[in-house]
């Protein structure tokens, strides 16, 4: 069965890969449960091939290299970089900085990452970072990074209750004059303007997810969002932001490990093609609902068929509730047997939304989101 693309909304234009799982730290929070003992890694080969493919059905407009480490992949990375950048697409690391061991490591690395045509870095860091990689690395690189010409440079910092190496640590010992942008878990805020020497220079600051390797983290850890026992909150990133993982699975998003995910998993790019692979996820039902009804939504229903299908007692992250329902195997089975509902409260909602783009009614109930401020 074909559905109308319209329900999707529009693309944001973003390639992800996922390039190893393979990472210099073991963070107790991994959402991508990566370290230093996991093997695979893409090649600037596979991700070129991938590029292109992607590129038949999507306008892509920005390449987003993360992991586990993407600079393990050393000359690998820097080749791809490059390719993708010479293509006309912005392109963006997420790393931890742990090759910026002093000043002058640092510039050597960002000089070989700007020299490949990187536009955005993003340097992750936290307390759980800060047991493998000392939060002074990022301040290395941070200074590295300063008036190179990127176009971007964030420092991502996930904060609880009790954490340390925070924002204001960051403005402390990094930089006091940096913006601190709060990513609140249902909304996503704008971003500061370019600096005189156009660069944007923030922290994004946002509350750890129990998700991945930080599934059962504590409670008092964390901060909770009432708002999200209360709405159907609609995720705007599945099958919007796709991504690529170092075993060449594609998955319908980025914001949790899809390695075991029966409903985020799509399929390998070398047994299908890439426009197949879209095809697969636009067509699956329980992706649909994500999209259209919320992650909340299944996870009530499917407590509605078989009151056993577990709750947490609060959420803090829209993903929380969707690894709950797509790694749950008694939740899913719930789902499967209440299929035909699950269409048929799709197709109501966008009947409603196509009413509301028309004016012919309001817009219907439920709000948007933007998963953002993962760790990984
Ligand atoms: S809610 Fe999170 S895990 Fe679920 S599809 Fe959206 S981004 Fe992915
Ligand atoms: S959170 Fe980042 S730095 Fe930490 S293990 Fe995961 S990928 Fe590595």
């Given at each position: 069965m074909r559905y109308d693309r319209v329900e999707w909304g529009a693309s944001r234009g973003l390639l992800t890969f996922s390039v190893t799982n393979k990472c210099s730290a073991r963070c107790g929070h991994c959402l991508a449960c990566s370290g230093p003992s996991e093997e695979g890694m893409l090649t600037a080969k596979d991700i070129l091939t991938a590029y292109r493919q992607a590129k038949e059905v999507l306008d892509i407009h920005v390449v987003v290299f993360t992991g586990g480490?993407?600079?393990?992949?050393g000359e690998e990375l820097f080749d791809a970089i490059a390719a993708v950048s010479m293509d006309g697409a912005l392109t963006r690391i997420v790393t931890n900085a742990c090759w910026a061991t002093d000043d002058h490591n640092a510039r050597q690395m960002i000089r070989q990452l700007r020299e490949a045509g990187l536009d955005e870095i993003n340097f992750s860091m936290d307390d759980y970072h800060s047991v493998w990689v000392p939060p002074e690395n990022v301040a290395h690189a941070y200074r590295a990074a300063?008036?190179?010409?990127?176009s971007a440079v964030v420092l991502a910092v996930a904060e609880g209750p009790k954490s340390r190496v925070g924002a204001e640590w960051i403005r402390t010992h990094i930089d006091p004059d940096i913006e601190i942008v709060p990513q609140e878990v249902s909304s996503r805020a704008e971003g500061p303007a370019p600096a005189a020497d156009g660069t944007v220079y923030e922290v994004s600051s946002h509350g750890y997810s129990r998700v991945g390797r930080a599934r059962r983290m504590r409670d008092d850890l964390v901060i909770p969002d009432p708002l999200l026992d209360k709405q159907d909150f609609r995720c705007m990133e599945v099958m919007n932001v796709v991504v690529i993982d170092s075993t060449k699975e594609m998955g319908a998003c980025c914001g949790i490990r899809l390695h075991g995910n029966p409903v985020l998993t799509l399929g390998s790019i070398t047994d299908d093609s890439f426009a197949s692979l879209m095809e697969r996820g636009f067509d699956r039902t329980i992706l649909r609902a994500i999209r259209a009804l919320g992650p909340r939504y299944l996870l009530n229903l499917a407590r509605a068929v078989d009151p056993g299908v577990r709750k947490r007692s609060f959420y803090c992250h829209i993903c929380e509730i969707c690894e709950d329902v797509t790694l749950n195997p008694r939740a899913l089975a719930a789902l499967a047997t209440v299929e035909d509902r699950i269409v048929a409260d799709v197709e109501a909602r966008l009947r409603e939304e196509t009413l509301a783009r028309q004016g012919t009614a309001s817009e219907p109930a439920g709000s948007d989101l933007v998963p953002s401020g993962l760790a990984r």
């Open positions: 480490e993407p600079t393990l992949l300063r008036s190179s010409g990127f």
